[in-house]
């Protein structure tokens, strides 16, 4: 079965607290939607920060969350000298300390830096429907002249999904796709 690929560049999570430590008084504005319902790109970029190195511009996503959390590929990580989990969202317990810098402050993290685990969203009715409920991950198999298969892909069955798989820029630019592309599923046994 195919599914659209959403290439997921470095970015933040913040809660609405850090975010007013930050950006102080302003508002979470939308630059752009994303496929996941309810999601969007905001108006805000940030630097991430550690003794080594530092990456400007990195984009705030909204809406707030409960828990504030950096995204970024493991080339960011080589660069600030960094060594995060591979993880899912939200799961940031023993993860990588970094330092995000805002126009109106800064927040030093002793945790919440992460690798995100490559996974695909869908609706519980898309599982059942493709023969994948009861599983935790799949492999995927990417198109083009450097293409290939992408095994341990998670699967992330909630009511709010769209159908899309994301990985990161890493996975992305080693086998040449980007967003909008489409891959496949693979059957599991």
Not at 45 to 73: D, H, S, W
Not at 115 to 129: D, F, N, T, Y
């Amino acid at each position: 079965m195919e599914v659209i690929l959403g290439v997921s560049n470095r970015h933040v999570h913040l809660t609405k607290e850090d975010f007013k430590i930050l950006f102080g008084d302003a508002s979470l504005e939308i630059l752009r939607e994303v496929r996941q319902p309810n999601q969007f790109a905001s108006t805000f970029c940030v630097t991430l920060k550690t003794k080594k190195g530092a990456i400007e511009n990195v984009r705030v996503m909204g809406p707030f969350r409960e828990y504030t959390q950096v995204e970024i590929a493991k080339t960011d990580a080589y660069l600030l000298g960094l060594h995060p989990p591979v993880r899912a969202s939200g799961q940031i317990e023993n993860s990588s300390p970094i330092t995000i810098v805002g126009p109106k402050g800064t927040l030093h993290l002793q945790e919440g830096c992460i690798l995100a685990e490559r996974h695909i969203h869908l609706l519980p009715k898309q599982a059942e429907m493709y023969g994948l409920s009861g599983l935790e991950e799949v492999d995927v198999l990417l198109p083009g002249l450097k293409g290939g298969i992408l095994s341990h892909v998670k699967l992330r069955i909630s009511e709010k999904s769209y159908f899309e798989m994301h990985l990161d820029t890493d996975d992305a630019n080693a086998h040449l796709v980007k967003n909008g592309d489409i891959a496949h599923i693979l059957a599991k046994k």
